[in-house]
Nanobody, 126 residues
Framework: QLQLVESGGGLVQPGGSLRLSCAAS????????IGWFRQAPGKEREGVSC????????YYADSVKGRFTISRDNAKNTVYLQMNTLKPEDTAVYYC???????????????????WGQGAQVTVSS
């Protein structure tokens, strides 16, 4: 069974940091493009960041550029999202997602992704 398991969410003050982890089981992330998405109450799911398979090229939404960093550790079959300088508007449920492709491209739209984690709540509040 293919599965993505997220961890690392929680409550943090504005300006603080969190690191989300997404561990894959049942498949090897080396052959998958990986994305992080988030969904706030009453809003559509939006792309935050993604990383291409093998070559590790990364992409970010304008709202998080300079603050968030995506990375992957193929040896641990895990992808990370380091979130710094958090703002209240970053509050959302964060999802890790993956799709397999010959292409070394990732996307910040949820449509291509067919494997999803359960979500991790991130709340930024004083």
């Amino acid at each position: 069974q293919l599965q993505l398991v997220e961890s690392g969410g929680g409550l943090v003050q504005p300006g603080g940091s969190l690191r989300l982890s997404c561990a894959a089981s049942g498949f090897t992330l080396d052959y998958y493009n990986i994305g992080w998405f988030r969904q706030a109450p009453g809003k559509e799911r939006e792309g935050v960041s993604c990383i291409s398979r093998r070559d590790g090229n990364t992409y970010y939404a304008d709202s998080v550029k300079g603050r968030f960093t995506i990375s992957r550790d193929n040896a641990k079959n895990t992808v990370y999202l380091q979130m710094n300088t958090l703002k209240p508007e970053d509050t959302a449920v964060y999802y890790c997602a993956a799709f397999r492709s010959v292409s070394r491209l990732c996307y910040l739209t949820p449509r291509p992704y067919n494997y999803w984690g359960q979500g991790a709540q991130v709340t930024v509040s004083s």
